[in-house]
């Protein structure tokens, strides 16, 4: 008897609406191409023809056996939606009490966790990690886990780091080799170069 045992990436998703669903993922169907996406909802052939068309990989109902069991709807993207509308210029108190600045080398093994935003003037390495709800700015290379629910965040990562999003998985190949920002704008992940040279001195 011949077995396999695969480590894979699974992006589950509840399907509440087709025309949505459809949106959302024929602006950013390039990140889920090497993911398994388990949708959750009533089985539609709109919706798998979609997805074949994309040669996306998918399943319906599948009970996903993990101990944390987190289920991805459009509810964040359509929050930072939200967020976008309100007016960009906020007051300066606000600002200097939301914002943090470190300038510190985040480890193999620590993790940083914050509500706010934050500029880090140092590097991530492997094995580290920043989960954050605001605003990311990482002036040298990542190689470890990023988790940012801001607004956007701004980064340069390494083939090693695990960059997420609002709850998706940014392919690293997009965030190599040079400062990024990435950002969502109508439902759309996009990714840009911040600078085509950047000197932080």
């Keep these: 008897m011949k077995t396999k045992q695969y480590s894979a990436k699974i ?22 191409q ?6 959750n ?8 023809n979609y997805l074949d068309s994309k040669d996306l990989k998918y399943v319906f109902n599948l009970d ?20 976008k509308e309100e007016p960009k210029v906020k007051p300066i108190e606000k600002a200097k009490t939301n914002l943090k600045v470190l300038d510190k080398l985040i480890r193999s093994g620590q993790e940083v966790k914050l509500d706010g935003d934050l500029l880090l003037l140092n590097r991530v390495n492997s094995g580290g990690s920043i989960i954050i709800n605001g605003t990311l700015i990482v002036t040298q290379i990542v190689d470890g886990s990023i988790r940012c629910n801001g607004d956007f965040m701004m980064l340069q990562a390494s ?16 965030l190599q080799d040079k400062l990024n920002r990435v950002e969502l704008i109508n439902n759309e992940i996009v990714i840009t170069p911040a600078l085509k040279e950047t000197s932080w001195v």
């Design 11 to 32: 992006f589950e998703i509840e399907l509440e609406n087709e025309d949505g669903f459809i949106s959302f993922f024929d602006k950013n169907y390039l990140f889920f």
């Design 34 to 39: 090497n993911n398994l996406i388990v949708i």
């Design 41 to 48: 909802g009533q089985e539609s052939d709109k919706i798998k």
């Design 64 to 83: 996903i056996p993990v101990q944390k069991k987190q289920k991805t709807n459009l509810e964040p993207i359509q929050k930072a939606q939200e967020k």
């Design 159 to 174: 083939s090693k780091a695990n960059i997420v999003f609002h709850d998706v998985e940014v392919d690293n190949k997009f």
